[in-house]
């Protein structure tokens, strides 16, 4: 590969569209010690084949982890025997590829959004529809199953890959599978930390649900500039824009539990830039690379 190559791909040149839940027969685990949360999701992640274990406790989540693999643990906050932060800390430290997803009322959010620093992967709030839990569900199950190649970082090594996409769920996670590989290959970030795939899903749902309609006929193109020491995604869709000056601060912990904006908290926490055009309808996202940043 040259020093300044670009690569353009035109779509749909990602192989063929991913529109099932995950692997057959995925299965997550839940820490519910209530029972509440499993009443209400039991039901419609069995008639989309997903199976559900419950338990009590993480430290009973923590054994069974150890002897039985699931695709995704969830975490309903708080936990009835240690911080929702540490677990996540144990959990990433012993299972660095399991995907955590936070589950908390709005009286939790602080110790939600402590959980996300620690490294869990999404947030659902209480007053969620089981069918919007589902499709979050459905795009972690996704990006788990899309392999993730690495290769030596070459840090003097620059390029820009650019497509275009039309507008429909199918493409979104073979696309941000596609960054992200890029990401981990040029050194950007670590294999530990390819949970970044869900900034970058999140920009590409936004371009495609709220600037284009989920029109198939409009496009969204995406260009990733990979340097020496950051990396810059450019998401543009064909919408009218909106006016990202009155959004509330997406970095707030408060906004966090808003029935929307929580694609762009999970946007800024992941990267370190996060700025709109003028008109709005696109979002640059910078990730600098760690040595580079610190120094």
């Known amino acids: 590969m040259l020093v300044g190559e670009t690569i353009t791909t035109t779509t749909p040149g990602f192989g063929a569209p991913k529109t099932m839940l995950g692997a057959p027969s ?33 430290q009973t989540a923590l054994a069974s982890l150890q002897s039985r693999f699931c695709d995704v643990l969830l975490l309903e906050v708080p936990l009835p025997d240690m911080p929702a932060s540490q677990m996540v800390a144990v959990t990433r430290h012993r299972f660095p590829f399991l995907p955590i997803v936070v589950l908390a009322e709005e009286s939790g959010v602080s110790e939600a959004v402590s959980a996300l620093n620690a490294g869990a992967f999404h947030f659902i709030p209480a007053n969620f529809e089981p069918l919007q839990a589902l499709g979050t569900l459905r795009k972690i199950l996704a990006l788990q199953n899309e392999p993730v190649t690495l290769a030596r970082a070459m840090r003097n090594l620059k390029q820009t890959i650019q497509f275009s996409l039309p507008s429909s769920v199918d493409y ?49 193109k995406a260009e990733a500039k990979f340097l020496e020491t950051k990396a810059e995604i450019k998401i543009t869709d064909q919408g009218r824009g909106f006016n990202h000056r009155k959004l509330p601060n997406p970095t707030a912990p408060e906004n966090l539990y808003k029935p929307r904006g929580r694609g762009i908290y999970m946007m800024h926490r992941l990267m370190d830039e996060v700025r709109y055009n003028r008109k709005g309808n696109s979002v640059r996202m910078v990730k600098y690379r760690r040595q580079s940043k610190s120094t």
């Open 26 to 58: 995925p299965r997550l685990l839940l820490v519910d010690s209530r029972n509440e949360w499993s009443v209400r999701l039991r039901q419609v992640l069995h008639e989309n084949g997903v199976e559900l274990d419950v338990l009590s406790s993480a």
């Open 172 to 220: 979104i996670t073979a696309a941000a599978a596609l960054l992200t590989e890029a990401l981990v290959r040029f050194g950007i970030v670590t294999i530990e930390e390819i949970n970044i795939k869900i900034a970058i899903v999140e920009a590409l749902t936004n371009a495609m649900e709220h600037g284009n309609g989920f029109d198939p006929h409009k496009l969204v």
